[in-house]
């Protein structure tokens, strides 16, 4: 069962950074991509940013974002800490929601979600 733990939310001003983590259970080059969505209070989760590996186990990829945070977020991927990460700037306060981690495992397409983070952007 794979576990993915995230961490470094927090209250933030408008304007300012934050970076997220989401540490797996086991080597980040055994999933297709690893992404981040988010839930704000009473909407549904939506997509935020997704690295997909460029071949098996390969390090390594190609990202894409949501138009809301494009130039704003990055995702990277540490192989060596088996560990994604989402550096978050110019927070605004539509920003604040539960960020969730997800990963796909290439071997069987088959998903997985963290508990999740709490992101309070102020105004």
């Known amino acids: 069962q794979v576990q993915l733990v995230e961490s470094g939310g927090g209250l933030v001003q408008a304007g300012g950074s934050l970076r997220l983590s989401c540490a797996a259970s086991e080597r980040t080059v055994n999933f297709s991509n690893m992404a981040w969505y988010r839930q704000a209070p009473g909407k549904g989760r939506e997509f935020v940013a997704r690295m997909t590996r460029a071949g098996y186990s390969e390090s390594g990829g190609y990202s894409d974002y949501s138009d809301s945070v494009k130039n704003r977020f990055t995702i990277s991927i540490d192989d060596a800490k088996n560990t994604v990460y989402l550096q978050m700037n110019g927070l605004k306060p539509e920003d604040t929601a539960i960020y969730y981690c997800?990963?796909?495992?290439?071997?069987?397409?088959?998903?997985?979600w963290g508990q999740g983070t709490q992101v309070t952007g102020s105004s």
């Open positions: 997800f990963a796909v495992r290439l071997t069987t397409m088959r998903g997985y």
